[in-house]
């Protein structure tokens, strides 16, 4: 970012969607520290600018304005909902009744069909100069799912950390399953590949997926495979998995310690960590949901983020916290199933040291 200064609390035009939505962006943080900018479009993170030597380092790859993202097929930065990740087959089963989803992805649905969230505009609850709370109306049968959500995330700067909260309240039984789709580079966006960084993640076991990356209802052990990251490895120590059809990884992971707790979906602890190669920037994955999404950015194709830079695969690695893929197919998995007087409660940390 250079020496370029940024205002806490202020909002700008970030130009215009292909039907001529007007969209917006919001820059939170604190003076001296760790500064964000969120987007009504999608209520996508569009930067996240860590100081560094007097100056920042934007480490969320994204785009310079609303038509970048109105054409976006990588999800950058985008809340993903109603639910995240993969439903097999493109149906759910809720109390005894199967409902028939959008299907985007083969026969399944993926990050809840082709009418995305992140191509919707949120409307603007509330915003200061460390947050800014975004707001959606998802209505009854939206794109298959039942029920009336009225989901809510907020974005806040807080101790050195960019705090994602989430509220989704419905008013019939339905799946949720809300998660951040950022893609992050700790060299700074725009430097290239990620697969030097080293990368922690606390979990024992993995779900276990069919040809289509649906969960078979297995988990099995990482111990003796790439997907070991119980202690930091570099990237691309898991060389056996670039050879793949994926092309990295892109594996969810049941993460250590979930336990329910009262009033939201689980307790808060750290699942991951991550270090840039170059810069020396660690950066902490905290949330309170079981599963962990681990993506290596295998599908970028060139797309010109921030700045006209091409985006190449492997520029970035994404910590999407979320339920496990296809939970309510699999009553064994923990459930993302909420409804009214039972609504989806969740918080998701990216905390950086020294910032």
Same mark, same amino acid.
């Given at each position: 970012m250079g020496g370029r200064q940024l205002e806490a609390g202020t909002c700008a035009p970030f130009g215009r969607? +292909?039907?001529?939505?007007?969209?917006?962006?919001?820059?939170?943080?604190?003076?001296?520290?760790?500064m964000a900018r969120v987007s009504d479009l999608g209520a996508c993170l569009t930067s996240l600018l860590v100081p560094r030597d007097g100056s920042y380092l934007d480490v969320v790859l994204g785009y310079d304005d609303a038509a970048g993202y109105?054409?976006?097929?990588?999800?950058?930065?985008?809340?993903?909902?109603?639910v995240a990740n993969r439903i097999g087959g493109a149906t759910l089963e809720l109390g005894g009744r199967v409902y028939h989803l959008a299907a985007n992805e083969g026969a399944n649905s993926n990050h809840s069909g082709p009418d995305l969230w992140r191509h919707r505009l949120w409307r603007l609850v509330s915003a200061g100069p460390a947050s800014?709370?975004?707001?959606?109306?998802?209505?009854?049968?939206?794109?298959?799912? +039942?029920?009336a959500v009225r989901a809510r995330v907020t974005y806040e700067v807080v101790r050195g950390a960019l705090r994602i909260s989430?509220?989704?309240?419905?008013?019939?039984?339905?799946?949720?399953?809300?998660?951040?789709?950022?893609? !992050?580079?700790?060299?700074?966006?725009?430097s290239g590949s990620v697969l030097a960084h080293r990368v922690q993640v606390l979990a024992d076991r993995y779900t276990e997926v069919d040809a289509g990356n649906v969960?078979?209802?297995?988990?099995?052990?990482?111990?003796?495979?790439?997907?070991?990251?119980?202690? +930091?490895?570099?990237?691309?120590?898991?060389?056996?998995? !670039?050879?793949?059809e994926h092309g990295g990884f892109d594996h969810n992971f049941e993460t250590r310690g979930f336990r329910p707790a009262e009033g939201r979906v689980g307790e808060v602890r750290r699942v991951a960590s991550?270090?840039?190669?170059?810069?020396?920037?660690?950066?902490?994955?905290?949330?309170?949901l079981p599963g962990l999404q681990l993506y290596t950015a295998n599908y970028l194709d060139g797309e010109r983020g921030k700045g006209g830079v091409a985006l190449r695969p492997h520029d970035a690695v994404c910590f999407e916290t979320q339920f !496990?893929?296809?939970? +309510?197919?699999?009553?064994?998995?923990?459930?993302?199933?909420?409804?009214?007087?039972?609504? !989806?409660?969740?918080?998701t940390e990216y905390r950086f040291d020294g910032a």
């Amino acid at each position: 970012m250079g020496g370029r200064q940024l205002e806490a609390g202020t909002c700008a035009p970030f130009g215009r969607t +292909p039907d001529g939505r007007e969209a917006r962006v919001w820059t939170i943080g604190a003076e001296g520290g760790l500064m964000a900018r969120v987007s009504d479009l999608g209520a996508c993170l569009t930067s996240l600018l860590v100081p560094r030597d007097g100056s920042y380092l934007d480490v969320v790859l994204g785009y310079d304005d609303a038509a970048g993202y109105a054409t976006d097929d990588a999800h950058l930065g985008a809340v993903i909902g109603r639910v995240a990740n993969r439903i097999g087959g493109a149906t759910l089963e809720l109390g005894g009744r199967v409902y028939h989803l959008a299907a985007n992805e083969g026969a399944n649905s993926n990050h809840s069909g082709p009418d995305l969230w992140r191509h919707r505009l949120w409307r603007l609850v509330s915003a200061g100069p460390a947050s800014v709370t975004l707001e959606l109306d998802s209505p009854d049968g939206d794109q298959g799912f +039942p029920g009336a959500v009225r989901a809510r995330v907020t974005y806040e700067v807080v101790r050195g950390a960019l705090r994602i909260s989430y509220l989704a309240e419905a008013d019939a039984t339905t799946a949720i399953n809300l998660t951040n789709h950022s893609y !992050f580079n700790l060299n700074g966006q725009g430097s290239g590949s990620v697969l030097a960084h080293r990368v922690q993640v606390l979990a024992d076991r993995y779900t276990e997926v069919d040809a289509g990356n649906v969960p078979t209802g297995r988990l099995l052990d990482v111990a003796g495979t790439p997907l070991d990251l119980r202690e +930091p490895h570099r990237l691309d120590e898991a060389a056996a998995l !670039f050879a793949r059809e994926h092309g990295g990884f892109d594996h969810n992971f049941e993460t250590r310690g979930f336990r329910p707790a009262e009033g939201r979906v689980g307790e808060v602890r750290r699942v991951a960590s991550a270090w840039g190669d170059r810069s020396g920037l660690r950066m902490d994955v905290l949330c309170d949901l079981p599963g962990l999404q681990l993506y290596t950015a295998n599908y970028l194709d060139g797309e010109r983020g921030k700045g006209g830079v091409a985006l190449r695969p492997h520029d970035a690695v994404c910590f999407e916290t979320q339920f !496990f893929p296809d939970a +309510p197919n699999h009553p064994a998995f923990a459930q993302d199933v909420f409804g009214p007087g039972h609504p !989806f409660v969740s918080c998701t940390e990216y905390r950086f040291d020294g910032a």
